[in-house]
């Protein structure tokens, strides 16, 4: 089955830097999610972008997604301490409902 | 609308007990997710219903894991007979559409410990 797996792992960042993760996965995809988890938290869906979409921005954020390469980054601009989160990616293919999930990047922004 | 729910937001049960996990989802939605998150094994999706039905369960773990959709406004995850090894959060999670277009809403978590 598909999964997105995250890399790097951990970032931590001083607040204003940009913090950019990476996500690849195995299988043809319809869509690419990325969700934020605050510790103890549920998971808050951030982006989707389509199989036939290359770039999409929602505010401080922007997702890219190469499906030659079957991998998509997530850019967090001037970031806050307020972002210090665990960032995960998750695919759904065709046909079904299932969002397979990866591991997960925990991102540690600095005031 | 107030998100989706979950109760009990902590449960610490002993081996062998049954456990009962509770969601309501939004109001609207057609697809309902149950999943399990632990540090080893990340975030697992145990089963999905589409409509009350029951659509995917290949994640159940084994014949202790059950779940139910009774009616569209709520959803039980039960363990029985719980072991420590099914220590975990376990999230439901709704939606509305095929493909997951909108995104999943998560509830905040079940934090289960079986000691």
């Known amino acids: 089955s598909q999964q997105g797996e995250e890399d790097p792992q951990a970032l931590s960042i001083q607040e204003g830097e940009n913090a950019t993760m990476n996500c690849s996965y195995k299988t043809s995809i319809n869509n690419l999610q990325w969700y934020r988890q605050n510790s103890g938290r549920g998971l808050v869906h951030l982006i989707l972008i389509r199989s036939n979409e290359r770039e999409k921005h929602s505010g401080r954020l922007r997702v890219t997604l190469d499906t030659s390469k079957k991998s998509s980054s997530l850019l967090i601009t001037a970031s806050r301490a307020a972002d210090t989160a665990s960032y995960f990616c998750a695919t759904v293919g065709y046909g079904n409902n299932r969002l397979a999930f990866g591991k997960g990047n925990q991102v540690v922004v600095i005031p | 609308d107030a998100g989706v729910i979950q109760s009990p937001r902590h449960e610490v049960t002993e081996m062998g007990q049954e456990v009962t996990l509770r969601c309501k989802p939004i109001s609207g939605h057609d697809y309902l997710f149950w999943y399990r998150q632990t540090m080893m094994r990340g975030l697992e999706l145990l089963i999905y219903?589409?409509?009350?039905?029951?659509?995917?369960d290949s994640g159940m773990p084994e014949d202790r894991f059950s779940a139910k959709m009774p009616n569209a406004s709520f959803s039980t995850l039960k363990i029985q007979p719980s072991e420590p090894r099914d220590s975990a959060v376990y999230f439901c999670?709704?939606?509305?559409?095929?493909?997951?277009?909108?995104?999943?809403?998560f509830g905040p978590g079940t934090r289960l410990t079986v000691t």
């Open positions: 999670a709704s939606s509305l559409g095929q493909g997951n277009l909108g995104g999943q809403y």
């Open positions: 219903f589409n409509n009350n039905v029951p659509i995917d």
